[in-house]
Each structure stands twice: as structure tokens, then as C-alpha cells.
């Protein structure tokens, strides 16, 4: 019998809707080894990530707000670490850990960084990205130890900061629960689309990150040669009023079906045929990785990250930022070319069964803490 005591250790991300950084640290705490270690998650807002968590039996507290360096809830956050006693603190995302930096510090616990993504891009104001600069810079130097998801993302950190360091960890995902053989609720036929029909799922926070407005000029351009073809729209986000906008207004809305956040997206992905990220910047997108293990064929824009799992052609198409031609023609050729369709899906099923898989990344992460914190001692 093990009478070590297990090591508790405190998830904290900025928020509870469900995105990519959300299902990371849900596969992260599921897949812990719950022998050694007693994961507790903390979020600084409600949603259905909360409703997951309470489903799994988790730990987990949510301490509300909406701002980076927020000095209003950092109280309550020290006051969590110390009365759970928490052994290690582990921040997802910028705005999780510009409100873990303080707290921490004065409980004298570790903590460490996961970097889903740089919080600061070429395309922000001056000042803005400065800013940005700076406090990325304060927060992984002040972490013991920092995590990039994707290669190219540490490259990133080391040509911005002097003496950054970090591990590289891949984002994996839940195998099980992205399995192509299981069965799954008919999406198609509760949504009215067509049977025959190709769909195209963009699954995603409808933001300017996801780039929804060239997409929509790329499908334009599609339907131009193609009817027998659905885009199938699943999220929220601060652009979705204007991506619906612009469909009505290019008059392609009808061949578009609009649907909320859902916490079923093994049987969206089951649904569509072909799914596409059309994004501007990525971490590891988590999204992607979920799609290719279902068996998709997938197009990516040429950003870190997405770049970094997908191969032109090999298990997928890349097509190059803010190119709505570029990417109506990849969307064609996948829509038309049958055979190369399937050799992506096959590839890309591989690629994640592979690399990305959920337990190797968390007995990565569980080997960091325990080399955090024997420094630590």
C-alpha cells in the first residue's frame, strides 16, 4: 500500500465555456494518475466546462473575472491554494496565469505555465503587442517552470525573451472518446442536413483569432461550382454576428447551419466530412487534433501550431492566411477528389494516434511536477 501522500495540484484557466485550453485541462485532470496526485481546478468564470467537471466528480471552484492583473480576486485565490492546501500551481493561458503570479508568490508555491499560444501577435497595435511582450515576459520568468504545447511556440518565446525557457509538451487528446468506430447521435439528420451533402465543420470560438469572414468569402466561392455542399457553424464568440451578416448578405445563409457551444462534439465531428481552421495564429489547436482522430480531412492556414501537425496533402490541406480563394479551392478539391480525401483522413487519424495522444502528454506534465517540486525542496 502507497502511504506517500498525493500531490495536489491546482488547474487554474480563465475561463469555463468549452475551447481548446478548456478540453486540454479536462484531459489533463482525467488522465492524471489519481494514486499520486489529487487534481482541483479553479476557473475565472462559469460554464460548461464547470458542468463537465461536476459530471466527472472533480474538484472545482470558480472565483470570477474577467480581467488579466486582477488585483480583486487574488485574495480569494491565496486563500484557495492555502486552505486546499495546494502543493503545485498549474496556470493555463496568459490570463490564468497574470492572476496566479501574485497569488502564488505569497503562498510560496511553484507555478507553472502553460503557454496555449502567445497572448501577444504581429497584427495588434504597437503598443498593445508591447504590452503583451511584457507581460508574457514577466509571467515565464516568474513561473519555475513553463510549458509550450507546440515547438514553434518556444521558438517564439526564445526569439522574444532572453534566457526563456521551457518544455515542450504536445496538447493530446481523449482517444477513447474521439474514436471514429463509435457510434454517435445522427447530427445530420437532427440538424436537416442532407444526406448526401459534403459537410464543412468549423468548430470553433467565432473570433478574429479564426478568421469566420474569409471563410465565408472562401464558401461563397464554393457554391459558385457546388450546391451539394453544407458549412456547418458550431460556437459563439464576438465576430458571430458579423459572420452571420456577411452570409445573408453574400446570400449563401441557406446553405449554412448555425449552431451554439455543444458538449457533443464527437458526434459533430462524426457528422461533417471535411473541417476546416482557418485561423490567423494558433498554440496546438486541440480542435484540430480532435477532428484528424475522428478520421476528417482537414485545411489549415500556415500558422504555428497548425503547421506543425499538418502536412500539405499528406494528412491534410494548408492553404495560406486570409486567402479566401486559396481556400475555396482546397475546400473543391476535397469536396471533389474522393481519393485524396481519404488518404488525409487515414494520415490524419494516424498522425494523432501516434503523437497526440492524451496519456502521453499527462505522464509528461506529471514528470515536470515532480522535477518541479524536488527542486522546490
Request: proline share 5%.
Amino acid at each position: 500500500m502507497n502511504n506517500t501522500p498525493k500531490i495536489k495540484v491546482l488547474q487554474a484557466i480563465r475561463q469555463g465555456l468549452i475551447g481548446g485550453g478548456e478540453s486540454h485541462v479536462l484531459s489533463l485532470v482525467d488522465a492524471m494518475d489519481k494514486e499520486r496526485f489529487e487534481p482541483v481546478v479553479l476557473s475565472f468564470t462559469d460554464g460548461p466546462m464547470i458542468t463537465r467537471l461536476q459530471e466527472m466528480g472533480m474538484r472545482h471552484y470558480v472565483i470570477p473575472s474577467l480581467k488579466a492583473f486582477d488585483p480583486s480576486c487574488w485574495k480569494r485565490v491565496k486563500t484557495l491554494i492555502q486552505e486546499e492546501q495546494i502543493d503545485i500551481v498549474h496556470a493555463h493561458g496568459s490570463r490564468a496565469a497574470s492572476n496566479l503570479y501574485i497569488p502564488t508568490r505569497m503562498s510560496g508555491r511553484p507555478l507553472l505555465y502553460t503557454i496555449h499560444g502567445w497572448s501577444f501577435h504581429d497584427d495588434q497595435p504597437f503598443l498593445q503587442k508591447q504590452m503583451r511582450v511584457w507581460s508574457e515576459r514577466l509571467l515565464t520568468s516568474g513561473a519555475k517552470a513553463n510549458i509550450s504545447v507546440s515547438a514553434s511556440n518556444r521558438d517564439t518565446g526564445v526569439k522574444h525573451f532572453s534566457g526563456f525557457r521551457s518544455t515542450v509538451i504536445n496538447n493530446g487528446i481523449d482517444l477513447t472518446r474521439f474514436n471514429p468506430s463509435a457510434s454517435q447521435n445522427n447530427i445530420r439528420q437532427e440538424l436537416g442536413i442532407p444526406a448526401q451533402n459534403t459537410v464543412i465543420g468549423y468548430i470553433a470560438r467565432i473570433t478574429i483569432q479564426k478568421d469566420p469572414l474569409t471563410l465565408v468569402y472562401a464558401f461563397k466561392k464554393v457554391l459558385e461550382q457546388h450546391r451539394d455542399i453544407t458549412l456547418l457553424v458550431v460556437g459563439e464568440g464576438d465576430m458571430k454576428e458579423e459572420m452571420v451578416s456577411l452570409a445573408a448578405a453574400q446570400g449563401i445563409a441557406s446553405h449554412i447551419v448555425y449552431q451554439p457551444f455543444r458538449g457533443d462534439v464527437p458526434a459533430l465531428l462524426q457528422a461533417i466530412d471535411i473541417y476546416c481552421l482557418p485561423s490567423l495564429w494558433e498554440g496546438l489547436p486541440i480542435g484540430l487534433l480532435e477532428a484528424m482522430a475522428m478520421r476528417k480531412a482537414v485545411i489549415v492556414t500556415a500558422v504555428d501550431g497548425s503547421k506543425e501537425i499538418v502536412t500539405d496533402r499528406q494528412n491534410g490541406l494548408v492553404v495560406p492566411v486570409r486567402d479566401p480563394a486559396a481556400l475555396a479551392t482546397a475546400i473543391s478539391t476535397l469536396h471533389t477528389d474522393v481519393p485524396l480525401r481519404t488518404s488525409v483522413q487515414h494520415a490524419a487519424a494516424v498522425t494523432v494516434n501516434q503523437h497526440y495522444c492524451a496519456k502521453g502528454m499527462t505522464r509528461q506534465v506529471e514528470d515536470l511536477y515532480r522535477d518541479v517540486l524536488d527542486h522546490q525542496n
